[in-house]
């Protein structure tokens, strides 16, 4: 099995505090697709923004990260229990979920055995939902400039499992008979500095001041707050959700 790649934890409190918060439509989706409400399990849970979200629907949730340190910033809370544990080794029994979740996480697991692990913890016609997001869509400038810094100034310092977020999961291996799903979007309203940190708060950032020493965001920002005007002024920043969601029990081809 491959070693855990660890992308997030120099940069724990900063992930905690810049990322979007998931709707709740999705939540409520999700557990109307569930056979009962009894343990969702949110893997690769880092803060544990999704987990939170789940107790409102499930008696219990079950978070795990294999980051110390983002559960370490993960916020406490009625019927979570949180757990640093891999993805591909969990210690819970048999047949006892009812929803499995994996918010913008799947894409660096080891896929074979996290999806026998699915298979094993999995309550028969149990569910896996697997999401991720792009870059957002804010206005046409703004956005230009946000394409820049993601596909060419940054091009050489994304992880290589990252092509699946760029595929928007089209491409993610996923061997579950899949549910049809809605479109779900989310959104948010940010100034430019909370933007900034959301940019700053990317391994890619990090490895790219590493790499060459000064921070990449220098490079796009006096386009970026030309673009923006009052760095105080909030903005509607919007992302589609790329979903995907399989009945345990009933794998694709069989």
Not at 184 to 198: E, K, P, Y
Not at 206 to 218: I, T
Not at 223 to 241: C, I, N, V
Request: aromatic share 14%; proline share 7%; glycine share 6%.
């Amino acid at each position: 099995m491959a070693s855990f790649e660890d992308h997030f934890s120099e940069q724990a409190g900063e992930y905690a505090a810049y990322r979007p918060g998931y709707p709740d439509a999705l939540f409520a989706y999700l557990a109307s697709l569930a056979p009962q409400r009894e343990l969702a399990w949110d893997v690769g849970t880092g803060s544990g923004q999704a987990a939170r979200s789940l107790r409102r629907y499930f008696r219990r949730v079950y978070a795990t990260d294999a980051s110390a340190e983002q559960i370490a910033r993960s916020l406490p809370g009625e019927q979570v229990e949180f757990r640093v544990e891999r993805a591909e080794d969990v210690g819970l029994p048999d047949s006892s979920v009812d929803l499995i979740t994996a918010a913008t996480a799947v894409h660096w697991f080891d896929l074979e055995p996290f999806y026998r692990v699915v298979r094993r913890v999995g309550k028969p016609g149990g569910v896996l939902a697997v999401w991720t997001y792009h870059l957002p869509d804010i206005e046409p400038t703004v956005n230009d400039i946000l394409l820049h810094y993601y596909a060419e100034i940054l091009k050489d310092c994304w992880p290589e499992r990252f092509h699946y977020v760029d595929e928007r999961y089209q491409t993610l291996p996923f061997p579950f008979d899949e549910i049809q799903r809605p479109l779900i979007r989310m959104h948010t309203d940010w100034n430019l500095d909370q933007v900034a940190g959301f940019l700053d708060s990317w391994s890619s950032t990090r490895r790219y001041l590493k790499v060459h020493g000064r921070h990449p965001l220098s490079l796009v920002w006096e386009a970026l707050s030309q673009a923006w005007g009052d760095p105080k002024k909030p903005r509607t920043l919007r992302w589609p959700l790329f979903l995907r969601v399989g009945r345990i029990g009933s794998e694709a081809g069989e």
